[in-house]
């Protein structure tokens, strides 16, 4: 029986305040992206709690990209974003922009300089920050501060109106330059920034910041729980104050702690370098933590939701191990991905006494964890390519494969013992030679013989060839934000490697995006790169399972 699980510290909140009638109307929550990159595993997290906690309580989750800062964001980030949301298997209520309530903040602004609660300053960046005091001493005021409502208003709609330049003047708002809290010590509203912006074009030349459009774009849209990361903690007063002031619509904002994964790094702005410095060969290469990088890796959406939900939220921060997204992806690729035979390191096995040019057609199944999955045709001939692994010219006690005098089942077919085999001049085995057991058919085998080893093989006639991209992780160490230096610098050089292998016919042709089992060497899934006639496999993660070694170990 499965154990109930305890509820987190957001769902005992929310059921909370669905019991006391706080959101008559139910739950709203949201999922913010800027659209300054694409989205990576850390926003999984955040995807999966927004879209998960909506659903569970039957409430909503609206998409809302937080494109506040012109310089950064393009269209192209809007439309994969999206992509990337609906692939993970959720879909939104509605779709915004905080640039579609540029007007309405606007407005907002306005009304607190009516309310005497927002100033026009004149002061530089430099003397503004100089003014900010320090945790120890209070700020000290801008000599702009008790300027007029009239005057207030009038340099705002210049402001608007590209009268200044950049940085000329700034909207604060008037809080409190004795706050305990430095955030609120006449924080900024807007800036001037003469900018294009991926939507606004050129109708707008100041931006609200953060704090001035967060909450006022949740409030918009009456989003009960407004859920954020850890360092927005110190934000939550501001945001609270800006909603008190303007009198609308009461959100709230809730924290939990940023998710990280080992050997990675996970900002947007460090991700964008490895693209624009050529170190992968793209936002979405399969050695990315981008969400899509870890598609065309061959991740399942399910094993990276069912790696989120592992994971659960916490307020505080820890890296999680690569490891637990692997034993996900396996798990779910175990139940869904068609076994295949595909030969890495060749070497070439004859069948002394199979008839030389007759081929026969062996049913293979799919996928012994899905009896749905149906069988293919596998062609079997007397030459074969065997992994060169499988065979050992002296082998020790309980090597079950392959080696002089000993018996092996080649899967899906027959029985072979090994009769001899031809080394080159350098030692190099070069052929093996074996003979079959014809009753000992897969299937219909009435031999009686037991042997203890299956390997896999391909007839060579008809194998044809692939080319592999097997992949490792993208740096050396654990955590590469926290060492010194450049975190560039602890990329394994090692992460990628370019190798061909020989597989059976019908995987020749598998549409890209399918992932695979080869038998006995792990996960793959092809490329899009793929020509016909000439697939590409990127590794999508091994078949042995370290990470709950490591977990029976503990
Ligand atoms: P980055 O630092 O990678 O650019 P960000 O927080 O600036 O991340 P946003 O586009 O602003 O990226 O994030 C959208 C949402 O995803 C936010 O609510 C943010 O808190 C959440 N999020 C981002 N990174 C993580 C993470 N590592 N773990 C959990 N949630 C995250
Ligand atoms: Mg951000």
Same mark, same amino acid.
């Given at each position: ?55 569970? +309580? ?42 579609? +309530? ?21 002061? &530089? ?8 005091? &320090? ?31 950049? #940085? ?63 360092? !927005? ?24 702690? *940023?998710?990280? %994964? ?35 890796? #061959? ?16 307020? *505080? ?6 490891? %637990? ?7 779910? %690729? ?77 899967? =899906? ?19 093996? +030679? ?7 058919? &897969? ?43 450049? !975190?560039?610098? +602890? ?6 490697? =370019? &190798? ?36 590409? !496999? ?17």
């Amino acid at each position: 029986m499965a154990e109930e699980k305890s509820l987190n510290f957001l769902e005992e909140i929310i059921e909370a305040d669905l019991a006391t009638g706080k959101c008559p109307d139910g739950i709203q929550t949201r999922f913010p992206p800027e659209p300054n990159g694409y989205l990576h595993i850390g926003h999984a997290s955040s995807i999966v709690l927004n879209f998960g906690l909506a659903k569970k +309580y039957g409430g909503r989750c609206n998409l809302r990209f937080d494109d506040t800062n012109p310089s950064t964001e393009e269209t192209e980030y809007v439309e994969n974003i999206q992509q990337d949301i609906q692939w993970l298997g959720y879909q939104w209520d509605s779709r915004h922009f905080a640039s579609d +309530y540029f007007e309405q903040l606007f407005q907002f602004a306005q009304q607190l300089i009516r309310a005497g609660k927002a100033y026009v300053d004149d002061s &530089s960046a430099e003397e503004i920050a100089a003014t900010k005091g &320090s945790l120890t001493e209070p700020g000290k005021e801008s000599p702009y501060r008790n300027r007029s409502v009239e005057d207030n208003l009038k340099l705002f709609q210049a402001m608007r109106a590209g009268q200044f330049a950049d #940085g000329e003047k700034v909207l604060r708002a008037k809080v409190d330059m004795a706050h305990p809290n430095l955030l609120l010590r006449d924080p900024i509203m807007y800036r001037i920034k003469k900018a294009h912006h991926h939507r606004t074009g050129d109708t707008w030349c100041i931006y609200p910041m953060y704090d001035f459009a967060h909450g006022q774009s949740d409030s918009i849209e009456q989003v009960t729980h407004s859920i954020c990361t850890l360092e !927005f903690i110190h934000h939550r007063p501001l945001y609270d104050w800006f909603i008190e002031q303007l009198g609308i619509f009461p959100s709230h904002q809730y924290e939990f702690a *940023r998710r990280n %994964l080992s050997y990675t790094v996970m900002s947007k702005r460090k991700l964008l370098q490895l693209v624009q410095e050529g170190h992968v060969a793209g936002w979405d290469d399969p050695r990315m933590p981008t969400i899509s990088g870890m598609r065309r890796r #061959g991740y399942p959406a399910a094993a990276i939701r069912q790696f989120c939900e592992t994971v659960g939220i916490a307020k *505080r921060e820890n890296v999680v191990d690569l490891g %637990l997204l692997e034993f996900c992806v396996r798990e779910q %690729l175990n139940k869904t991905a068609n076994r295949y035979m595909m030969v890495l390191n060749p070497v070439k096995l004859i069948i002394t006494n199979y008839p030389e040019g007759q081929t026969e057609s062996l049913e293979a199944e799919y996928n012994p964890e899905d009896t749905h999955a149906g069988s293919r045709e596998l062609p079997f001939s007397n030459t074969l390519w065997i992994e060169r692994e499988d065979f050992m010219e002296a082998p020790p006690k309980k090597f079950f494969r392959l080696g002089p005098k000993l018996m092996v089942r080649l899967k =899906h077919a027959y029985i072979i013992e090994c009769t001899d085999f031809k080394k080159d001049a350098e030692g190099t085995v070069q052929e093996i +030679y074996c003979r079959y057991i014809p009753e000992s058919r &897969s299937g219909s085998d009435t031999s009686g013989i037991h042997v203890k080893g299956t390997i896999h093989w391909l007839s060579a006639p008809h194998a044809q060839e692939a080319d592999l991209r097997l992949y490792d992780r993208l740096f050396r160490v654990e955590n590469p934000s926290d060492e010194s230096g450049d !975190f560039k610098e +602890y990329l394994n050089p090692d992460s990628l490697h =370019h &190798s061909k292998a020989y597989i059976e016919p019908s995987l020749a042709a598998i549409p890209s995006g399918t992932t695979f089992q080869a038998l006995r060497k792990g996960y793959f899934c092809a490329d899009r790169d793929s020509q016909a006639g000439q697939p590409v !496999f990127n590794s999508t993660v091994g078949l042995k399972d370290a990470w709950a070694k490591e977990q029976k170990k503990a």
